[in-house]
């Protein structure tokens, strides 16, 4: 996945070391209240009947296999690098890559 400000230009290492900076620390220890928050939003649209049933169930079925995943240390948040743009997913973004695979 690329990263959301990808334009497909090069991106020069230390233009990534400064603006990323150590926001990877950051957000390796929102995982958990991430996908706990992305569950709930996902309820919420469901609720709305903005989501369907089947939708909802399987994105936050992604999303609890993501945070057990990470809490069992099967994966974790680094500092992305220009050669590695799966390093920015978050675990909103590859819970939806799950609930669209398993559909």
Do not use: N
């Not at 991106?11 to 990323?20: R, S, V, Y």
């Not at 996908?35 to 369907?52: K, N």
């Amino acid at each position: 996945m690329a990263r959301l400000w990808d334009k497909g230009l090069p991106l020069d290492e230390q233009i990534l070391k400064f603006t990323a900076g150590e926001d990877h620390v950051l957000d390796e220890r929102l995982v958990a209240y991430d996908a706990r928050a992305s569950i709930a939003h996902a309820r919420m649209l469901e609720a709305q009947g903005l989501l369907a049933r089947q939708d909802c169930a399987a994105i936050c079925a992604g999303l609890e296999t993501l945070a057990a995943a990470h809490a069992a240390g099967d994966w974790s948040i680094t500092r992305p690098s220009s050669d590695d743009p799966k390093a920015t997913s978050t675990p909103t973004t590859l819970a939806l890559r799950f609930a669209l695979a398993s559909a």
